[in-house]
């Protein structure tokens, strides 16, 4: 695992975050051994925006502040949407029609950074061949 970039996806966060019975391990693990041998985490702004929704509309600012201590204190890189990334996005929604926007910007964000693995638990995602994509299932 040493020198691998992740790029996560919005589900992981919010397993993780929320404690789900069969998810939240797979994920706290992945982010332990990660850690351990210096594996570089990667999300963007969408994911920030899509795991923001819920916790705003239940009044929870602990939530979002359980967030924010995660990527800070695992060190991720949250990418802004970018215009190459815009552009991309658009390319592999051209390739890939069954892919909606924001799931294209977020695999084109992941591959502007270069990372090698995709986690999501999406398993349509799984179609996409230009990234290597993990599912959370596959993980348990």
């Not at 899509?50 to 600012?61: G, H, K, L, T």
């Not at 602990?62 to 658009?90: G, K, R």
């Not at 950074?113 to 990234?131: P, S």
Request: charged share 15%; with cysteine.
């Amino acid at each position: 695992m040493t020198g691998r970039s992740i790029y996560f996806d919005t589900a992981p966060f919010i397993y993780l975050v929320e404690g789900h019975p069969v998810f939240a391990a797979p994920v706290a693990e992945l982010l332990s051994e990660g850690a351990a041998v210096g594996t570089t985490f990667y999300t963007s702004v969408l994911a920030v925006m899509e795991f923001s929704v819920r916790p705003y509309q239940m009044n929870r600012p602990d939530i979002l502040q359980e967030l924010a201590a995660l990527l800070q204190q695992l060190a991720f890189t949250v990418q802004p949407i970018t215009l190459p990334i815009a552009q991309q996005a658009a390319r592999l929604r051209a390739t890939y029609s069954f892919l909606k926007s924001l799931d294209a910007l977020h695999l084109a964000a992941a591959q502007e950074m270069g990372c090698e693995t995709f986690l999501t638990n999406d398993k349509q995602l799984a179609q996409v061949k230009t990234l290597s994509i993990q599912l959370l299932t596959d993980m348990i």
